[in-house]
């Protein structure tokens, strides 16, 4: 094996098991939005008015758990797993952000919050800044964008879910 080939696969080996942090700490995520607090539920249903039951709730977060997974296995597939990294780094840098501007406005503690700003803002911040330099600007521009824009997806979903769930 060239230097080459042994740094490409390096390359994917360790962007797939960085990818993988996602997942992981979106398990803890569901979990403390699920226990802490009366539940993030409880917080849409008393702050926006969203009826969401705690088992729809996890359904809904079932479905974006499985999404994930299998956008990683696809990514990989098609040796390209640095794109929805990038993606993921956006997604959950926002999403953290999302919680802590939430927790500070409403002066009081969201479901989500400690993971928010425990895991996924260093996790996001560091993804973003680490793969910065992998890629070229305009595709790491798009990916980043791309984040955003499930975010915005993402909370149309949750306004929404009790007339869909």
Same mark, same amino acid.
């Given at each position: 094996?060239?230097?080459?080939?042994?740094?490409?696969?390096?390359? #994917? *080996?360790?962007?797939?098991? !960085?990818?993988?942090?996602?997942?992981?700490? @979106? =398990?803890?995520?569901?979990? %403390? %939005?699920?226990?802490?607090? %009366?539940? @993030?539920?409880?917080?849409?249903?008393?702050?926006?008015? +969203?009826?969401?039951? $705690?088992?729809?709730?996890?359904? /809904?977060?079932?479905?974006?758990?499985?999404?994930?997974? /299998?956008?990683? +296995?696809?990514?990989?597939?098609?040796?390209? $797993?640095? &794109?929805?990294?990038? #993606? &993921?780094?956006?997604?959950?840098l926002v999403n953290g952000l999302n919680h802590t501007i939430l927790s500070l406005a409403h002066r009081e503690y969201i479901p989500g919050l400690i993971t928010s700003i425990l895991l996924w803002i260093p996790l996001g911040i560091a993804t973003l800044v680490g793969f910065?330099?992998?890629?070229?600007?305009?595709? @790491? !521009?798009?990916? /980043?964008?791309?984040?955003?824009? +499930?975010?915005?997806?993402? %909370? =149309?979903? *949750?306004?929404?879910?009790?007339?869909?769930?």
């Open positions: 094996m060239t230097s080459d080939q042994v740094n490409h696969l390096f390359s #994917i *080996t360790s962007t797939t098991l !960085w990818s993988w942090l996602f997942p992981i700490t @979106y =398990l803890f995520h569901i979990a %403390e %939005e699920f226990w802490g607090g %009366e539940g @993030y539920s409880a917080f849409l249903l008393k702050q926006r008015g +969203i009826q969401l039951s $705690p088992t729809r709730f996890l359904l /809904v977060q079932a479905i974006g758990l499985a999404l994930m997974i /299998v956008g990683m +296995i696809l990514a990989r597939r098609l040796q390209s $797993p640095k &794109l929805l990294t990038v #993606i &993921l780094g956006a997604v959950v910065r330099a992998t890629m070229r600007g305009a595709r @790491y !521009w798009l990916c /980043v964008a791309l984040g955003i824009a +499930i975010n915005g997806f993402i %909370e =149309l979903i *949750t306004s929404k879910a009790g007339h869909f769930f």
